[in-house]
């Protein structure tokens, strides 16, 4: 999959710099363009005329020129490049390089560059053990995962330090055929469609400050729209009350009610070509939310009896509605699951119904992971392995392409 491809090597500040002289010889060997972009750290660990001799192509390390009255065709490189590429792999990435690219900082040529990238970032974290371990250093892969970054795991071994234990960059033949895989899973194949996605849970309600919820987080939503924007499609978010970055090149809208989130559902559903409704939208809302805070005296019973009413069906009017929109479904159930995602499958005239159960391991609200049974109108049900959300997200894609028109 590398060959003719466009490929960014970003090297940062570590031991293991020197692994990533053997991946570029063997990137151009298989007829890929490499440009490598070094921090000024990795520059103690490599030197940029070894970098730039395998990869026949100048070494970028700043990002500004040494002197301002010397010429440059430098100041817009890093947006060039990022148009230029087909995917991104920083490796090592140190933890300072990984911290500042998880909280979007730009102070060197590499950050910059990230924050203006529009293809696949992989990065390979790569470290000393009780550096990888902190929780700071992880809660920054995590953000990246959630941004649908993609992180090669380190190997376990002997570390410069002296010490055992993870923090080793994987062997360059390693990095190649995550480059690889990479290139073979994700595509432009949803340019020109538009994708409707929902997410996180709706609030009802009772009074100014209670409601009724879920524990809906968003993340499997929120993945779905990063993955569609990836792959080149126009995605519309309509998101829940969630504290979450909107994925990049998304249009996002923010609702608080199920009533709020029909309304923009059905606004946006007639020019989309795909809905996925990942969102979980409540089922009952009160039949009047007071004005004013309830008391806890307030009943004189010393009970309080809340009337509740139910919520539009906003999927099944969309199924009820659609002409050339594929539909595609969550359902979250503990018993009877395949037969009741079925039902719900054909009653709300959907495509695709993407079933979980939240008491598996790996599944359920607030999870990194997703344990799904992928059901189709044709009859076809596929139980997947437990994939990140970012990974499942791109099944359901992949599921969804060839029902397009």
Known sequence: MVKGKHILLGVSGGIAAYKTALLVRELVKAGAEVQIIMTRSATQFITPLTLSTLSQRPVIIEMFPPSPEKPTDQWTKHIDLAIWADVMLIAPASANTLAKISHGLADNFL???????????????????????????????????????????????????????????????????AIDDLLGRVRQDLRGKKVLVTAGPTQEPIDPVRYIGNHSSGKMGFAVANAAAQRGAEVTLISGPVVKRTPRNTRRVDVQTAREMEREVGNAFPGTDVLIMAAAVADFSPVQASDTKIKRGAPQSGTLSLALKPTTDILREAGERKSHQVLVGFALETENEVANAKEKLASKHLDIIVLNNPREEGAGFGTDTNVVTIITAGGSVECLPKLSKFDVANEILNRIKPLLR
């Not at 000393?128 to 071994?157: A, F, S, W």
């Open 111 to 177: 950050t910059t560059l990230v924050l203006a990238l529009r293809c696949p970032l992989m990065v390979a974290p790569s470290m000393d053990v009780d550096m990888y371990q902190n929780e700071q250093t992880q809660r920054n892969i995590e953000t990246l995962k959630e941004q649908g970054c993609h992180v090669i795991d380190p190997d376990r071994g002997a570390l410069a330090s002296g010490l055992e234990g993870p923090g080793r960059l994987p062997e360059p033949a390693t990095l190649f055929a």
